[in-house]
């Protein structure tokens, strides 16, 4: 598979590889995703076979400007008004209900739809050249670490991808942020960088979060009790208790550590990362990957810290991997 730097003439050719038909990975600010016209049915089929995910799993619809929203959403709240006005373009997807039209390929078979206008140059000018929306998922299989970088796509989707447009590293490296506002209250369906706090700032109320997200309904991306996961075991584990599991020199072991001093050994690889949550998740990813590479028997990961700025990574650490009590 080709990748493709992501100038204005590889942007135009991508948008038209989405007019017929086809499906383009881009860059956004949280991980790449992997795009077809979300208005094309048979398009959209190929994102699920691509990745091999459920059709019963809903996709995000990426569009240039909230101006958008009431062609794919009805009854939009006000509520998403003021988050547009005061966040978008950002990593923050809503749910709200969707327009009649809509297929419900798109929406996973539901009467509601994920909307988002992402901030990045790359997708925005691909958004803008198609005019349409972008369902756009990451592009990587399903429930495997999403990729935020072109390679990573390349490495793992291959030929089921036309084109991959290569925009470098994502800034953010987590997805988005799921608010649903097709209820009653305002609720958290996924954590990411754009946190509770942030948002009962903007809306002026509560914020819900329902207890054990994996659990409920797949109502929209990132729900499962798996998922984001490297195929190497993974455990999860607090600091104190690296020193014992890390005993067993027999099996070889990749750590990420979050600010520990631990020293690689012939069979353990360290790969060390930020103790600032916001460089942690630029890079968790990657890292992830990058372990996942070398057949090891174990991934362990040192537990983050515990408060609302680390809460989309250890969303994604909890899915990826076991916890160790």
């Not at 990045?120 to 691909?126: D, T």
């Not at 990362?273 to 968790?284: C, H």
């Amino acid at each position: 598979m080709t990748i493709f730097n992501a100038n204005t003439e590889n942007i135009e050719r991508a948008s038209q590889c989405l007019k017929n038909g086809g499906l383009v990975a881009f860059p956004t600010e949280t991980v790449y995703g992997l795009g077809a016209d979300a208005s094309n049915p048979d398009a959209v089929k190929r994102i699920f076979i691509a990745k091999n995910r459920p059709e019963n799993h809903p996709l995000i619809v990426h569009l240039a400007s909230f101006e958008q929203f009431d062609l794919w959403a009805q009854d939009i709240p006000e509520s998403a008004v003021v988050l547009a006005e005061h966040f978008f373009p950002s990593p923050l997807a809503l749910i709200l209900k969707k327009r009649p039209e809509v297929s419900e390929i798109v929406t996973g078979g539901q009467k509601t739809i994920a909307l988002r206008v992402p901030n990045h140059p790359v997708a925005l000018e691909l958004l803008r050249a198609f005019g349409g929306g972008i369902a756009a998922p990451s592009a990587n299989r399903f429930c495997r670490i999403s990729p935020t970088q072109a390679q990573h796509v390349a490495d793992e989707l291959g030929e089921s991808v036309d084109m991959i447009l290569d925009g470098g590293a994502c800034q953010i490296g987590v997805e988005s942020t799921i608010l649903d506002l097709s209820g009653e209250k305002p609720t958290i369906l996924r954590f990411g960088q754009i946190t509770r706090s942030e948002l009962e700032n903007v809306l002026k109320t509560e914020v819900f979060i329902p207890e054990m997200l994996a659990t409920r309904t797949i109502k929209t991306a990132g729900m499962m009790a798996i998922h984001y996961a490297p195929t190497t075991p993974a455990m999860c584990c607090d600091s104190d208790l690296f020193a014992e599991l890390l005993k067993d020199e027999k099996q070889k072991i990749g750590v990420l550590t979050c600010g520990s001093n631990i020293a690689s050994t012939e069979n353990r690889t360290v790969i060390s990362l930020s103790a600032d949550s916001v460089i942690y998740a630029q890079n968790l990813y990657a890292k992830l990957r990058e372990l996942d590479a070398l057949n090891l028997d174990l991934i362990l990961v040192e537990q983050p810290p515990k408060n609302e700025m680390w809460d989309a990574i250890n969303d994604r650490l909890s899915k990826a991997t076991r916890a160790v009590l």
